[in-house]
Nanobody, 123 residues
Framework: QVHVVESGGGLVQPGGSLRLSCAASGFTLDYYAIGWFRQAPGKAREGVSCISTTDGSTYYANSVKGRFTISRDNAKNTVTLQMNRLKPEDTAVYYC????????????????WGQGTQVTVSS
């Protein structure tokens, strides 16, 4: 069985930080593209940040570029999304997803999805 599980969400004030983690079981993340997606209330799910297979190429949505950083920890079989200088508009359910092969940051390219973790940015 293949599972992807997110953790690290919570309530934070504007300007604060959170670190989201994506943990995999049933496969090794090293050889899968990993994407972070989010869905805000009343909006469609969108790509936030994605990381390719072993070459480590990354993608960031313009709305988060310079504030979020995606990285792999292969020893722990996890992918982390460090979220800094959070804004109220970052409030959403964040999902981690994995693609069997190389992929860009497009929802339809991803095969395995986590259940989501809530991020709320509010004062």
């Amino acid at each position: 069985q293949v599972h992807v599980v997110e953790s690290g969400g919570g309530l934070v004030q504007p300007g604060g930080s959170l670190r989201l983690s994506c943990a995999a079981s049933g496969f090794t993340l090293d050889y899968y593209a990993i994407g972070w997606f989010r869905q805000a209330p009343g909006k469609a799910r969108e790509g936030v940040s994605c990381i390719s297979t072993t070459d480590g190429s990354t993608y960031y949505a313009n709305s988060v570029k310079g504030r979020f950083t995606i990285s792999r920890d292969n020893a722990k079989n996890t992918v982390t999304l460090q979220m800094n200088r959070l804004k109220p508009e970052d409030t959403a359910v964040y999902y981690c997803a994995a693609s069997r092969g190389e992929a860009m940051c497009i929802i339809g390219e991803y095969d395995f999805w986590g259940q989501g973790t809530q991020v709320t940015v509010s004062s």
